[in-house]
């Protein structure tokens, strides 16, 4: 029984293996120029995990770049719907209904490969790489936001922080999906409001904690 174990345990190994070194870039029918400006943003946050296996960095960029790729692709056969729509429908509610349709559509392949994208990350990295993959597709909006939030309100209590950070987390997984930077930073706009919202409720000043921590900036400049 225990030389059965160690068999599956090492074709489970050895299955996992190869599932690793078989990612290739899915770049066959698209632009040249889109495909370069794309594995160079994946290469970016590649380069900031320090991965020392040459083959597996590649691998974690391929994969980085398919996922934009297929968000891509994603969001342009919604807006290509959406267009033929205003296009062709002269009747403005048969045009919003193809226009709901279409990104209810969208919504659930988005879904669909949403959480893909980790698993197979996971196959390469370890937690803290994903995060920072993660970060990496999210313009650092996660740490930089609640670095701020910690610096502006040193009184906050841990479960506080807690659900800072929960909340941050949850709105940079809409984001990582977002078809744009714009959308992707309105992801996290409609966080910090409720983040903001929670904190008056719990009786926090707000303009007054802001206010001191630009003086407390500015005192520290003059040092």
């Known amino acids: 029984m225990k030389k059965v174990s160690i068999i599956l345990v090492l074709l489970g190994t050895i299955v996992i293996d190869a599932l690793a070194q078989s990612v290739t870039l899915k770049s066959d029918g698209l632009d040249p120029a889109y495909v370069q400006n794309i594995t160079n943003r994946a290469q970016k946050i590649v380069d900031g995990l320090n991965i020392a296996d040459a083959q597996k ?3 974690v960029r391929n994969i980085i770049a398919n996922r934009y790729f297929l968000l891509n692709e994603i969001h342009e056969e919604c807006a ?10 002269a009747d403005k509610a048969r045009q919003k209904h193809v226009a709901e349709g279409a990104e209810k559509v969208r919504d659930a392949k988005l879904y669909q490969h949403h959480f893909e994208f980790p698993a197979t990350l996971s196959l390469y990295l370890n937690d803290a790489q994903i995060e920072a993959v993660k970060d990496g597709m999210t313009f650092g909006v996660v740490p930089k936001t609640y670095q701020a ?12 922080k807690a659900q800072i950070l929960a909340w941050l987390k949850e709105a940079r997984e809409f984001a990582m999906d977002a078809e744009n930077s714009n959308k992707k930073h309105n992801w996290f706009g409609k ?7 929670w904190l008056s409720s719990r009786g926090y000043d707000l303009v007054k904690e802001r206010e001191g921590w630009y003086k407390r900036i500015e005192e520290t400049k003059k040092k």
Do not use: V
Request: hydrophobic share 30%; net charge negative; proline share 3%.
């Open 149 to 160: 939030h910690l610096e502006m309100i040193p009184t906050l209590t841990e479960e506080e």
């Open 191 to 197: 966080y910090k409001g409720r983040i903001n919202n």
């Open 57 to 59: 960095a590649e691998s």
């Open 80 to 89: 290509k719907t959406k267009q033929f729509a205003k296009d062709s429908i």
